[in-house]
């Protein structure tokens, strides 16, 4: 049996965001609804040159940057007339979110986020583009 538990909405994004080296749960859990599971994607703690990011600018990129990737969609995501149509992101795309929006969980040992389909606020080609930090975490002294 697979526990899912939640997390406090308290709790820093830097501190569940889980290890990019470690694969996607799977199977995924079959959602129902408007739903949206994403994996938040990691926050810059290094340059290129391999200084450390302080804190205070990580805490900083936190509230400006939400970005994660889509893993898994619900059956009627995006099929209210409201959307006229259109699916505004796929499973694989790298999307931002507001910093407030979804239920933080832990599924099968790995940190993800379950939105609703309107929390999708853009899709991007990659997370760098919004990413604030992206420039001083290339910078090589």
Not at 84 to 97: D, K, L, P, W
Request: glycine share 6%; proline share 9%.
């Amino acid at each position: 049996m697979v526990q899912v538990v939640s997390m406090p909405a308290t709790v820093k994004t830097s501190e569940w965001i889980t290890a990019e080296e470690v694969p996607d749960p799977k199977p995924l859990p079959k959602l129902t609804g408007w739903k949206v599971l994403v994996r938040p994607l990691s926050i810059v703690q290094k340059t290129k040159g391999g200084l450390f990011i302080p804190d205070s600018v990580q805490d900083n990129v936190e509230r400006i940057t939400t970005v994660a990737r889509v893993l898994a969609m619900g059956p009627p995501c995006y099929q209210h007339p409201d959307f006229m149509g259109t699916r505004f992101c796929e499973v694989g795309n790298i999307i931002a979110y507001p910093k407030f929006a979804g239920a933080k969980l832990k599924y099968k040992g790995v940190a993800l986020l379950l939105l609703d389909e309107k929390d999708v606020t853009m899709v991007l080609q990659d997370a760098r583009d919004i990413d604030p930090a992206y420039q001083l975490a290339n910078y090589t002294a």
